[in-house]
């Protein structure tokens, strides 16, 4: 399995950001081909670190490979554009790491 993991700090304006997240964000990413799961966690508590952390999403992918295809098909691209829109409710992009 291959993940990508996104990490967002709290947002400057938190009812914009849900609104766009949730109403907007998530069912473009909804989309993704050969996406095998999807899974939001709101933080409750962050350790060793002053980051302010506000939510982790986790995009699961049957594989590296799998995950790889699925960053270069046109339902992506259009998750990656609608990002700048998050932006704005945010004080800093989010954090995304691939893992395994």
């Not at 109403?23 to 473009?28: K, N």
């Not at 060793?48 to 939510?55: F, G, I, P, R």
């Amino acid at each position: 399995m291959a993940k990508m993991i996104v990490i967002y700090d709290q947002p400057k304006d938190q009812e914009g950001f849900e609104k766009h997240y949730f109403d907007v964000h998530i069912p473009l990413v909804q989309k993704v081909p050969n996406l095998k799961g999807a899974e939001v966690h709101r933080v409750l508590q962050a350790m060793n670190t002053d980051e302010k952390l506000y939510l982790i999403a986790e995009l699961q992918f049957e594989n590296p490979e799998v995950l790889t295809q699925a960053l270069a098909t046109p339902e992506f691209q259009e998750v990656q554009a609608d990002v700048k829109n998050l932006v704005t409710y945010l004080n800093k992009p989010p954090v995304v790491a691939i893992v395994d």
